[in-house]
């Protein structure tokens, strides 16, 4: 009999984190600043999910949104993150790191995947803008991670559909391939039946109005490209409910 598929649910708060594991998600990956794509949570996030929730918590490891090349500093704050994050409790730690001519930057991945030890390692969408997606799986299994989030070179998992069933295929059992973005209630069957894989990565958010009842309408917190300033996101349980019971 194979193994239960699974369910990773991306949050950015503790809020999110608990709807979710309401949802009937198997895992969560915790982040920061979705609009960055996900960056590293702050400490008390990290520690106050991991004491509410009973699935399984992996932190994202990112210092800034941008590229996957890193400077010195960079680098050491991630070390220290990771240190962290196991200190926490973290099941896990999400991360990844390129050169400058786009292949896996294996120095460095050997590095932190050592200071992350014992905790799984999953190498996030920094593989989806790797040169070869090939040579970065090769390298990246010889370094012992356990997953590869993708959505095949793509925008989204169902335009990199046959990549992501060539990169399962190739993969066999040495490390998991898990697809993420673009992931819905309606083409979820279709991903499962056409890529071959048993782990998934899924956004499902849902907004509120925030609790501010004064408002001051010509201030804003963030740069130009903004989302609105009194309105929150958190994780739809009823959708991560739905997207379970379809691979179940």
Request: net charge negative; charged share 25%; hydrophobic share 45%.
């Amino acid at each position: 009999m194979s193994d239960p598929m699974i369910l990773e649910a991306c949050v950015d708060s503790v809020e999110a984190a608990v709807a979710a594991q309401q949802g009937g998600a198997d895992r969560v990956e915790l982040c920061a600043d979705l609009l960055e794509g996900g960056c590293t949570p702050s400490a008390g996030t990290i520690q106050l999910a991991r004491r509410l929730l009973n699935i399984r918590v992996h932190v994202m490891i990112r210092p800034r949104g941008g590229d996957f090349c890193y400077s010195e500093a960079e680098f050491e704050a991630m070390k220290l993150d990771i240190v962290f994050a196991r200190q926490a409790g973290a099941d896990g730690v999400v991360l990844g790191i390129l050169r400058e001519d786009g292949a896996v930057d294996v120095e460095r991945m050997q590095t932190l995947i050592e200071i992350a030890r014992p905790l799984s390692v999953t190498f996030h969408r920094a593989f989806d803008v790797s040169r070869d997606p090939y040579e970065a799986m090769e390298a990246l299994i010889g370094l012992g991670v356990h997953r590869i989030l993708t959505s095949g070179q793509e925008p989204s998992v169902l335009e990199g559909l046959d990549l992501i069933a060539g990169l399962v295929k190739q993969a066999g059992d040495r490390v998991i391939i898990m697809p993420g973005a673009g992931i819905t209630e309606r083409n979820l069957l279709k991903i499962v039946a056409q890529s071959g894989a048993r782990e998934f990565h899924v956004y499902a958010p849902v907004t509120f109005e925030g609790r501010m009842k004064y408002r001051n309408p010509r201030v804003f917190m963030g740069g130009e490209l903004r989302p609105p300033e009194y309105t929150l996101s958190t994780t739809d349980p009823n959708r991560i409910q739905r997207l379970v019971s379809a691979i179940r």
